[in-house]
């Protein structure tokens, strides 16, 4: 393939200062980024030049410091605009992270416009993260959640979709892709197909973000969040985006400074755009760091690192389906290089403990996706989720620890 | 490091600063708009005439403001007393993109220099909503909305 | 004074990168501590280690990055937990700062309790992020927003407050230190008189933590909520200290990963302790960061601290009122070291301005206080805020380019 | 790297997993205590009888669990039979404490042997919550709780 020479993994991971690292005596094979992702050394930069060249406040300040800081961390807002195609910088808002994100939209959009009787549309694959908030909001209102089945291979079934999508839907809320066993999900079609009936759409963007170039106004999403350290950037920062005109009319979340217009004891009016949503001291320098992270994905290009991953993801495919007694959960036909499995009969934290001593490491348990693992009946799996520096050494690394499970229960 | 200051806090803009022109309200007047910076608590309104021509008959202003929201209000309703609305309205988008330095150099006719002078401020980009304030009320009078607060 | 020896403050800069800087070619003269402090080598090195030798998510991995980043991160916990007296670390809790810390309070806790009739008790030194909070939560249950006043020095009207507390009191919320003009609140004295009532207390540290030790056990404060970035921390973390007895009633405030105990479409429950309050992949690293912010200060001492900023207060206070036309604003008994200013006839942002070319950062405007700007009829100040690293050159470079401002404005 | 492992995964749990002793419910039963861990989804159950001297006359468990909880829960059953209930309290403290590596050494009298061998999950800090949930179920049951959590 004509990108895969521009692409280069060994050098693409001498960018990040982890792989130094010996996990146990041995080679560090992490395959655990869907958890969270490496940081590269230009991220790590960012972080440390804002601290120390022009750290201050941002926002209220004449200052030199504090208008470099906010020249810098409006910048990233700019960065990332640009990077997801919305409209104006007014639509991205900075959170803690995605589940910061979902709950003020749940928050906000929902106690507005939810009564009882209404439906929260939702799907097995959601992390809690896209559950709970609806719940919690649900219970409130006295509306209603339900969730698009899925087949055995881990697909959403949309003809589902279509008939669960009703005049009583008052918001469809779905991940884009799946963090337990990576199934890519036809949002595009969902937006259509919900918008046909004015249903507006959140979509949960968490594992998509690293993979793929997400462009929120082709999806015509009305909601689209990420967090910043599934995208290679620091934690304590996400995104949500937001069209406009959802976010004129939605109430404030939390109330503190920079989200005021006048505050008096009696009243209290607020600000427009993102600083409506943007209550205290954001999360400065972390925003900085995830334009910085965005910006070196841009770098690498997006088909570079999706020609990788999915070769990555076949090869992986491939060489654990060929071991006994293992076996793959979740075989959409569109996937993100994810691969979760079980072994009969060896739980998932045993398997997990025995290859991390190999230095693999390797996610087990529920990803927060109990109802998927329900759907499964399974309580967990063993994860392992792949990154553009992942290689296929990695690959042959846990497949050999894997090996080295079934000897020790054998 | 004084050029830039000075640059700024040119004399004729301290000399609007320390004495306003058209300072004071018009009551009863047509229009009337009021601008509001949240960052510094600052306010201006400004209060407008127009005669059956759409012509700006009358415009003064009043408020808290710093020496650039102040000498910016000062300078614009001398610039604008006399102006068609049309001609107004114009002047105020021009004077935005040369404030925030949208554009570098605008042709206002006879007012581009007392416009120049004012878009010293484009080298303070937190200053910048000073100088724009009283623009923004002079503007939502004319189009009839009562408030804006700039940010 | 026998601390005063072992405190070399020109070694203490040396411990902040940021003083290498010019600004506009000058010295930097940072007196912007109270909007942010800037940060010492330990507290960035501290992040950058974590992200490149022990970095993976935390708390749901068996493997050795996540281990090592989940000990850390709760490593960080019992450090704040010791520096507080908290009897637990399940009563600490990790949110984005000051302003998600109270609206978790007045969302969780205020729900829970407040009642139409119910009041919320503040003052009229309140920062927005202790004002805005209680009014979205009042204008939900049909509670109302009571605030004790001060007297012109600043100073809280105790014998007002001891009769603004009724038995209508559902919470007291106030700050121990007053952003604006420093005053110290006798919180102490406070929570004494609302328990005697049957009242819990919220105490916003902000401003606080960077000049005092403060002792959640000794105060009974039900509530102690504190921002990182202002105690020499990262930016995008905050801790929320409350009470066990209350943490347990309360419901959770956002949902998400980590905090659930079980999913599932019909039902789900709650994770007990910090766990509850803490929806999402939580800041790690800047939880890690603030950990050793707070290992730096009590490396340093609180009676260092305090004997050298209250030295340089009184020094500062001295200059300044000396100075003609400029009048200090705030003069309570006792302050921290913050001094707040108007000069007569020349507004706050034209002398921020001006003194910012002379390498001087001050904060000008209503610091997000509006109802104490609206007490003293000003709609902004002048604020320079002192933290362990300035030195008397500050002070005098500040009242230095004040008298270029009079020169520029005679 | 496999001696930690080999501490961890002894013989003697490896065949406790396997062949776990005492699986399966007692129905009725006069104390019951559920264990779930919220981590990994794991879920223990645990029966009790206790006769007329407040002794436990018979106990099983039933449920999921990873190889360290399920060997735990087994020979936890094989040490507890026929025990005291104040007896079953204190080894069940003792058992906390060694696993959490709160102590080094303890004296169960006979049953330190067996207690000591599970306690290798100590070097594995994610995984000693797996090696406790059955013995917090089992104390729970005594002590007339229904559910535990670990965390
Ligand atoms: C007294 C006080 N309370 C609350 C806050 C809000 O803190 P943050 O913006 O970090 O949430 C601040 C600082 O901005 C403050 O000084
Ligand atoms: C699909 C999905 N949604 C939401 C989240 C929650 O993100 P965070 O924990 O950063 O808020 C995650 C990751 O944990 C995820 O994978």
């Known amino acids: 393939m004509n990108e895969m020479t521009s692409f280069d993994v060994e050098k693409i991971r001498k960018d990040f200062p982890i792989f130094e690292e010996k996990i146990h005596g041995k080679r560090l094979t992490f395959l655990d980024s869907g958890a969270s992702a490496q940081k590269p050394t230009v991220v790590l ?219 008096t004891f009696e009243k209290t009016t607020f600000a427009t755009g993102h600083s409506k949503f943007e209550a205290g001291t954001p999360p400065i320098v972390q925003a900085i760091g995830l334009g910085a992270a965005i910006d070196y994905i841009n770098g690498i290009g997006f088909e570079n690192i999706a020609a990788h991953e999915q070769a990555l993801l076949s090869y992986a495919t491939t060489q654990i389906s060929a071991l006994n007694n293992v076996k793959i959960i979740g075989q959409a036909k569109h996937k993100a290089a994810i691969v979760s499995f079980s072994m009969n009969g060896i739980h998932p934290h045993d398997i997990g403990t025995i290859i991390d001593q190999a230095g693999v490491a390797v996610r087990v348990g529920h990803h927060c996706a109990q109802p998927l693992m329900d759907f499964y009946d399974v309580p967990s799996t063993v994860r392992a989720s792949f990154a553009l520096y992942n290689n296929r050494d990695d690959v042959d690394a846990l497949v050999a620890s894997i090996k080295m499970v079934q000897e020790f229960f054998r | 490091m004084l050029d830039d200051l000075k640059e700024l806090y040119q004399e004729v803009i301290l000399d609007h600063s320390k004495h306003p022109r058209n300072f004071g309200k018009i009551t009863p007047c047509s229009h009337q708009g009021h601008g509001y910076n949240p960052l510094c608590g600052d306010t201006i309104n400004v209060y407008l ?95 009839g909305e009562t408030e804006i607060s700039t940010e």
Request: hydrophobic fraction near 40%; proline fraction near 4%.
């Open chain 2, 49 to 143: 005439e127009l005669d059956e021509h759409e012509c700006v008959s009358n415009i003064t202003f009043d408020g808290k403001g710093c020496a650039i929201s102040t000498a910016s209000a000062s300078m614009m309703t001398d610039v604008i007393k006399g102006k068609k609305m049309n001609d107004a309205n114009t002047l105020f988008e021009n004077f935005r993109k040369l404030a925030t330095g949208e554009c570098e150099e605008i042709d206002a006719g006879e007012d581009t220099e007392r416009l120049m002078v004012l878009a010293g401020v484009k080298q303070f980009p937190m200053r910048v909503k000073c100088a724009t304030l009283p623009w923004h009320a002079m503007h939502t009078a004319l189009i």
């Open chain 1, 45 to 263: 930069d960012a972080v440390r030049d804002a601290y120390t060249h022009t750290y201050a406040n941002v926002h209220r300040g004449v200052h030199y410091l504090s208008q470099k800081s906010t020249e810098l961390y409006e910048g990233a807002r700019e960065t990332i605009r640009a990077h997801m195609n919305a409209e104006s910088v007014d639509e991205i808002i900075f959170t803690k992270g995605t589940t910061e994100a979902i709950n003020l939209v749940a928050h906000s959009f929902g106690l507005m416009s939810l009564k009882p009787g209404d439906e929260i549309l939702l799907s097995y694959l959601e992390h809690h993260s896209n559950i709970v908030p609806w719940q919690l909001i649900a219970e409130r209102t006295g509306a209603t959640v339900k969730a698009v089945p899925i087949n055995n291979d881990g697909e959403l079934l949309m003809d589902q979709f279509t008939s669960m999508l009703s005049e009583k839907t008052k918001i469809v809320a779905v991940t884009h892709v799946s963090n337990a066993i990576g199934t890519v999900v036809p949002v595009k079609e969902i937006i259509d197909l919900a918008h046909a009936k004015g249903v507006p759409v959140l979509i949960d963007g968490s594992q998509a973000m690293p993979h793929m170039k997400v462009d929120v106004r082709a999806l015509d999403a009305d909601f689209y969040v990420f967090t910043g350290h599934k995208v290679f950037g620091p934690t304590g920062i996400g995104v949500l985006y937001a069209k406009n005109e959802l976010l004129e009319k939605m109430p404030p979340y939390q109330g503190g400074g920079d989200m005021i217009n006048r505050v």
